[in-house]
């Protein structure tokens, strides 16, 4: 009785690491090349705001994490740093700072939800038209399929000017 329980526990176990570990490749299997570095300053040099992922967000750890530097102009948004990998990421713009999923659940409706994010390494993505960045004052990055917080900045402050 002990052999059976023994191989279903083990066994289900490996099934379930092995799914878990699929969740978190399959994204990183499938990435689509990346702007190049190049790409990545050409926004940045055109950029109305720059702001560093500070690091050690309440809504970040191991598996949900952003490092670099994002550059806000009026057509684009890039990142010229990494994000963790993972599925289905959008790019958000939002009135007021958040750092953990509550905080982003509570403002949601407000935000403005730029795009997708398909690579991990380097991203660019472009603002819808007529977007009026200075109506927002932070960046969220956001696995829609899990409602998992990545990571965010805040690119300017409320009534102030550029950052």
Known sequence: MKKPL???????????????????????LIEPEGPS????????ETAN????????LKGSDFLHWGKGEFSI????????GEVSPGPDYKLYLTPKFVEDEDEFLQIKEQALQVGDIK?????IVTLPPNTDIAAYNSVVVWCER????????????PGAGQS
């Open 146 to 157: 899990f409602g998992e917080f990545i990571t965010a900045a805040q690119y300017r402050n």
């Open 73 to 80: 102009s009026s057509q684009a948004i890039s990142l010229m």
């Open 119 to 123: 690579t991990f390494d380097n991203f």
């Open 6 to 28: 023994l191989f279903l526990i083990s066994h289900g176990l490996a099934i379930a690491i092995g799914f878990a570990g699929g969740i978190y490749a399959l994204p990183i």
């Open 37 to 44: 570095h190049e790409a990545v300053e050409a926004v940045a």
């Open 49 to 56: 705001y720059k702001v560093s992922i500070k690091e050690g």
